[in-house]
């Protein structure tokens, strides 16, 4: 995706003054603070993909032998995970402890720690399609693996599922992803998405080390359910480019559409097959005239603010 994601420690240790007489009582400190990679192994997923920062303030119980036990005191903003990866990180944490009357004593400190994302901006959502069919980003599933992803309920019931999925590769470059959406609930359809990207390198070769991906399980029409208004024959005769159209040359798009408030989508260009011939900015054109449908609308993927690819496709009659 072209970013890097970093992470930058602010360490607040209830430290005091040096000791001015040997036998004066210390408090505990952290040896060896937490570097910028450290951090970012254990930054959450999706907070990370959303361009969410945090703030963990950990308690932290320290043994007279320098060994500590720590627990999220607070943690801003709440239920992102950030408590949970802070805890983490201070598994092997060594202090340096307190001391009573020049021996080493027990003692409880606090540290806070900033997870600082380099990012503001949300990722993308790239689009996987798990019926078989060509997805907007062009990586298809094979016939077996929806056959081995497809939630067996969900299957038996004919019901049709979304999930939104968040990735990020680690430092050791393990592929670690959380669930940030599905629907409908109770089907499975989040897990089996996990367990797709894990197991299919596959599906997701094409979509960096870090991504945001919506997977369809789809054993109806899609396009059917997601969208009630549609780009028509006139709107690509009208923007289809026209010395590519006198040379006969077709092409492809994925313009990056925002979804508004009135179900409408904003298009910017997207990447373009061939380049150089005018796909990208006719593609963003047609795209704006797909619309939401009230049904689909909050979906995993389709809430209002979300950015979804809109794959099209320009072919000459013959």
């Known amino acids: 995706m072209g970013r890097d994601f970093w992470t930058t420690l602010g360490l607040a240790c209830a430290l005091g003054a040096p000791a001015a007489h040997a036998q004066e009582a210390t408090r505990a400190h952290l040896l060896t603070a937490p570097d910028a990679q450290m951090l970012s192994d254990v930054f959450p997923v999706i907070p990370l993909a959303n361009g969410v920062s945090g703030r963990v303030v950990l308690a932290c119980d320290v043994t007279d032998d320098g060994g500590a036990s720590c627990h999220a005191a607070d943690e801003t903003p709440a239920g992102q995970g950030f408590g949970v990866a802070a805890e983490k990180l201070a598994l092997n944490w060594r202090f340096a402890p307190a001391t009573q009357s020049g021996q080493p004593a027990p003692s409880a400190i606090q540290v806070s720690i900033v997870f600082q994302n380099a990012s503001d901006t949300p990722l993308e959502i ?108 006139r709107d690509f005769e009208q923007y289809y480019p026209r010395p590519a159209l006198r040379r006969g040359i077709e092409g492809r798009s994925a313009p990056w559409c925002t979804i508004q408030i009135d179900r409408t989508v904003v298009c910017a260009v997207g990447p373009e097959e061939p380049a150089g011939e005018g796909f990208g900015l006719a593609a963003a054109h047609i795209a704006m005239r797909f619309r939401v449908s009230a049904v689909a609308l909050g979906r995993p993927g389709l809430a209002v603010g979300d950015q979804i690819g809109i794959p099209i496709s320009f072919r000459i009659s013959r």
């Open 126 to 233: 790239f689009e996987i399609d798990a019926d078989g069919a060509e997805g907007i980003a062009h990586l298809p599933p094979s016939g077996d693996a929806v056959n081995r992803f497809y939630p067996s309920r969900a299957r038996e019931e004919a019901i049709d599922g979304r999930a939104l999925v968040a990735c990020i590769t680690r430092s050791d470059q393990q592929l670690d992803c959380a669930i940030e959406r599905e629907a409908p609930e109770g089907y499975e359809f989040g897990a089996q998405a996990l367990a797709m990207l894990l197991e299919e390198p596959g599906s997701r070769s094409h979509l960096g080390p870090a991504f945001r991906v919506v997977i369809d399980f789809a054993m109806h029409d899609r396009f059917g359910t997601r969208w009630d208004r549609f780009p028509t024959g």
